[in-house]
């Protein structure tokens, strides 16, 4: 453990989780960086999908199923 570490520094980072776990922000880097993670896809093809489909992860992740 280092003492010289503010406190808190040595715990594990929690898992950052989007505000609504239901809907897809694209406008907020950290939820976009955790949806393409979570979706196996790339900021721009997310963008494109949710532009077509909406926001709501189950039509998202319907769409990302079927070939682009």
């Known amino acids: 453990m280092n003492r010289d570490a ?4 040595n ?3 929690e898992p950052v989780r989007p505000l609504d776990p239901g809907r897809i922000n ?3 880097p950290v ?3 955790y949806w393409c993670h979570e979706l196996d896809c790339t900021e721009e093809r997310l ?3 949710v532009d077509e489909v909406g926001e709501h ?3 998202v992740r319907e769409r990302l199923a079927l070939p682009p």
């Open 6 to 9: 503010p406190a808190g520094m």
């Open 11 to 13: 715990e594990p980072a």
């Open 26 to 28: 694209t406008m907020d």
């Open 31 to 33: 939820e976009l960086s």
């Open 47 to 49: 963008k494109q999908v």
């Open 57 to 59: 992860v189950a039509a």
